[in-house]
């Protein structure tokens, strides 16, 4: 099993800067691809970004590239995301979720283990 806490979300000005991280325990981490999803009020939970078992491949969304950076230590079990360039409508809930057999699926129902998600706000 993987379970994951999410860390970092705040308030925000647009234009600003954020990172997210998500840690992990258990004992597949290091084997498991991890993403990032987020959802905003009254819409559906979005695919953000996600890294494979060992850093060497990423995917973003088209709203998440040039602007967010995903990355991950496995030694620390923590997968981060950088973000920049924040706009009003990147407000939501972030969520990490993993997926223990090293799948990068930009779909939700590819995920096993899921965060309780961490809020982002960003103000104009």
């Known amino acids: 099993q993987v379970q994951l806490v999410e860390s970092g979300g705040g308030l925000v000005q647009a234009g600003g800067s954020l990172r997210l991280s998500c840690t992990a325990s258990?004992?597949?981490?290091?084997?498991?691809?991890v993403a990032w999803f987020r959802q905003a009020p009254g819409k559906g939970r979005e695919f953000v970004a996600v890294?494979?078992?060992?850093?060497?491949?990423?995917t973003y969304a088209d709203a998440a590239k040039g602007r967010f950076t995903i990355s991950r230590d496995n030694a620390k079990r923590l997968v981060d995301l950088e973000m920049a360039s924040l706009r009003v409508d990147d407000a939501a809930v972030y969520y990490c979720?993993?997926?223990?057999?090293?799948?990068?699926?930009?779909?939700?129902?590819?995920?096993?283990?899921w965060g309780q998600g961490t809020q982002v706000t960003v103000s104009s």
């Open positions: 979720a993993a997926d223990p057999a090293g799948g990068t699926s930009s779909w939700r129902s590819g995920y096993l283990y």
């Open positions: 258990g004992h597949t981490f290091t084997t498991s691809a």
């Open positions: 890294i494979n078992y060992n850093g060497a491949r990423t």
